[in-house]
């Protein structure tokens, strides 16, 4: 019996392990890289299916928002141009969370709304 097989298939295993030493790390960054794009979100962030969200045309996201034809077809909210109107100039936002790009609407008690959203209720905030 020769030993070159099993060095052979002892080569091969090391290999393999290896391998997948080197994997389990590049695999631990994407998993890392995907919970921290998720923690961006809040917990309290106000869900796309809130039921007053629904109904306010709410969109964390002001550019995916109607901006335009909020008051009705081709009739924006007054105070400053569709394009420019989101949370963050809202009158009724409601800063002071710790979290910069989420703070409180006075729509929506006890969650947070994203500054760069916009509902159909946006109020151009006192200069
Ligand atoms: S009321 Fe103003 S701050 Fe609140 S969700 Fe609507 S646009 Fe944003």
Redesign the pocket.
């Known amino acids: 019996m020769s030993d070159k097989p099993v060095n052979e298939n002892r080569r091969d295993a090391v290999k393999r392990m290896l391998g997948a030493a080197l994997a389990i790390p590049v695999i631990n960054l994407v998993g890392v890289g995907s919970a921290n794009a998720q923690a961006a979100v809040p917990a309290d962030a106000v869900a796309a299916n809130d039921p007053t969200a629904v109904a306010?045309k709410?969109s964390e996201d002001a550019t995916k928002a109607d901006r335009a034809n909020a008051v009705g077809p081709g009739k924006p909210r007054e105070g400053l141009p569709a394009a420019e109107?989101?949370?963050s100039n809202?009158?009724?936002?409601v800063p002071g969370a710790d979290t910069p790009d989420w703070q409180g609407?006075?729509?929506?008690p006890g969650k947070l709304?994203s500054v760069n959203?916009?509902?159909?209720?946006?109020?151009v905030k006192p200069a």
């Open positions: 306010l709410y109107q989101k949370c809202c009158q009724l936002l609407c006075t729509l929506f709304v959203g916009w509902c159909v209720s946006w109020t």
